[in-house]
């Protein structure tokens, strides 16, 4: 019913800059918020960056001051703009957006297929 689809990931060094960008589609009536989720080899998905609808960001504290996260709505579209990349952001990134299908319904949450950010030292 929804798709969740990132791209903008790939191989960069250290210090360079990645936008990432999920973009919604299907049977959408609202978005609530976005967010982008890491998991690097070994370790548990963790949260980046959260976007609700009315554009209120939260971090964590290992992108603070580094990663941006926005939105464009009516694209039902999130992007991550990742600065000052650090061998530790390696992970596979995901996208994940609450959703209503239509008016009064409950939110669901949906996870995008990842894409793989590598930051060489």
């Known amino acids: 019913q929804v798709q969740l689809v990132e791209s903008g990931g790939g191989l960069v060094q250290a210090g360079g800059s990645l936008r990432l960008s999920c973009v919604a589609s299907?049977?959408?009536?609202?978005?609530?918020?976005m967010a982008w989720f890491r998991q690097a080899p070994g370790k548990q998905r963790e949260l980046v960056a959260v976007i609700n609808s009315g554009g209120g960001t939260n971090y964590a504290d290992s992108a603070k001051g580094r990663f941006t996260i926005s939105r464009d709505n009516p694209k039902n579209t999130a992007y991550l703009q990742m600065n000052s990349l650090k061998p530790e952001d390696t992970a596979v990134y995901y996208c994940r957006a609450k959703v209503q299908i239509s008016r009064g319904d409950n939110l669901r949450q949906y996870w995008g297929q990842g894409t793989q950010v590598t930051v060489s030292s």
């Open positions: 299907g049977s959408i009536f609202s978005i609530n918020d």
